[in-house]
Each structure stands twice: as structure tokens, then as C-alpha cells.
């Protein structure tokens, strides 16, 4: 699942995405480039991140 990451006024467009590296739920932050994409955070949900994938794969 991916959203755009509007907290801030960056300067440019990012993105949060959640989802899972084997077993484990993990969040990405991530910007669009030209040619394709640029990670700026890559970690382990914690577990409200967690919760919200584990509900939104049930829906």
C-alpha cells in the first residue's frame, strides 16, 4: 500500500509505502525520478504501521 507523504511542504513529491520483506512489515519513503525512483528511508514497521497493513490486507 503506498500513499503520498504530504506532512511537510517538501520540495519534492514522496510517497510512503508499506508492505512486507519476507515475513516482516517494512515502510519505504520514496521519491519519483527521472528513470525511476529514489529511496530516501527504508525501515521496519513499528507496530501501529504494522496493524494498518495487517487491516488493510483483510479488506
Known sequence: MTR???R???PEQ???GLGKI???AH???FTPIEGGIRVI???KANTRE???YE???HE
Do not use: H, K, M, W
Request: one cysteine or more; a positive charge; aromatic letters at 12%.
Open 4 to 6: 503520498t507523504d504530504d
Open 8 to 10: 511537510y511542504d517538501y
Open 14 to 16: 514522496r510517497f510512503i
Open 22 to 24: 519476507g515475513q516482516r
Open 27 to 29: 515502510v519505504v519513503c
Open 41 to 43: 528511508s527504508l525501515r
Open 50 to 52: 504494522v496493524r494498518r
Open 55 to 57: 487491516n488493510a490486507a
